[in-house]
T-cell receptor, first 111, second 114 residues
């Protein structure tokens, strides 16, 4: 399965957009990009996923480049409650059997 | 939250003792997973199950065994706990229907092996 690369940490001012990048240059054609986040010591929580088109839901937007080698998770108006570790993973749809969540990006939202 | 309960929430044990962690779900989904989380390593898959008595190894399965005798329960056993198995353990399920692309995680078990 393809691996991902994320910056270890980022800061974002409260109320501003948080843009979290992810590199997945070895992604295969049938692999989706998934984003999860983990707030403090809770279990990770699903945010969004996509194949090649941009996606938006009530939590975030996902922008996938045309060559699918990278993506960006956008939190349009970051709040303090968005402070968390954000994980980007790639996997066939629903196929988590060989997936490891890396160390993710620690997003700190600053008042 | 897909009705996932992990027990115990915290456990302290001694090296060499057996330990069993339990993951219970209320919705009878087939796929269940055990992960461990350590600083600097993220979440790593230990074992997973795709049905009763159907299990397979993940990335870091050495020193762990699992059992799934009922759909609702997925047990993780450390036959002889070592200090390197001190970690936070998360159980997850993947729904069979509806949002089957998503993993839903339990609240975790903090295990300390002294």
């Amino acid at each position: 399965d393809a691996k991902t690369t994320q910056p270890p940490s980022m800061d974002c001012a409260e109320g501003r957009a948080a843009n979290l990048p992810c590199n997945h240059s070895t992604i295969s054609g049938n692999e989706y990009v998934y984003w999860y986040r983990q707030i403090h010591s809770q279990g990770p929580q699903y945010i969004i996923h996509g194949l090649k088109n941009n996606e938006t839901n009530e939590m975030a937007s996902l922008i996938i480049t045309e060559d699918r080698k990278s993506s960006t998770l956008i939190l349009p108006h970051a709040t303090l409650r968005d402070t968390a570790v954000y994980y980007c993973i790639v996997s066939p749809r629903g196929g988590y059997q060989k997936v490891t969540f890396g160390t993710g990006t620690k997003l700190q939202v600053i008042p | 939250d897909a009705g996932i309960t992990q027990s115990p929430r915290h456990k302290v044990t001694e090296t060499g003792t057996p330990v069993t962690l339990r993951c219970h779900q209320t919705e009878n989904h087939r796929y269940m997973y055990w992960y461990r989380q350590d600083p600097g390593h993220g979440l790593r898959l230990i074992h997973y199950s795709y049905g009763v008595k159907d299990t397979d190894k993940g990335e870091v399965s050495d020193g762990y065994s699992v059992s799934r005798s009922k759909t609702e329960d997925f047990l993780l056993t450390l036959e002889s706990a070592t200090s390197s198995q001190t970690s936070v353990y998360f159980c997850a399920i993947r729904p069979d229907r509806g949002p089957y692309e998503k993993l839903f995680f339990g609240s975790g078990t903090q295990l300390s092996v002294l």
